[in-house]
Nanobody
Framework: QVQLVESGGGLVQAGGSLRLSCTAS????????MGWFRQAPGKQRELVAL???????NYADSVKGRFTISRDNGKNTVYLQMYSLKPEDTAVYYC???????????????WGQGTQVTVSS
């Protein structure tokens, strides 16, 4: 079984920064991609950023130029560095991973428990 554990959320003022971390642990053969989603109250969950095993990245238009996703393959960890935070970034941020638990197994999807990011105006 695999578990994703997130950390780094908190309360910041507009214009501030935070760095979120997510570490996958357990029976992991390979990780195809890891990413971050967020969900604000009354809104749909949306993709914020993702990074593939090959290092390709993708960002939501609303965070491009402000957020950076990165990874540490040796630690099975993904980071989300957030700069110039805005009140509209306030949401619960969820880590997501698409991974294999064995050589012949197919992809499985795992979610973290979420970490709250609150940006005050």
């Amino acid at each position: 079984q695999v578990q994703l554990v997130e950390s780094g959320g908190g309360l910041v003022q507009a214009g501030g920064s935070l760095r979120l971390s997510c570490t996958a642990s357990g029976s992991i053969y390979s990780i195809n991609a890891m990413g971050w989603f967020r969900q604000a109250p009354g809104k749909q969950r949306e993709l914020v950023a993702l990074i593939t095993s090959g290092g390709s990245t993708n960002y939501a238009d609303s965070v491009k130029g402000r957020f950076t996703i990165s990874r540490d393959n040796g630690k099975n960890t993904v980071y989300l560095q957030m700069y110039s935070l805005k009140p509209e970034d306030t949401a619960v941020y969820y880590c997501n991973a698409h991974l294999k638990e064995s050589l012949v197994g197919g992809d499985k999807i795992y979610w973290g428990q979420g970490t709250q990011v609150t940006v005050s105006s």
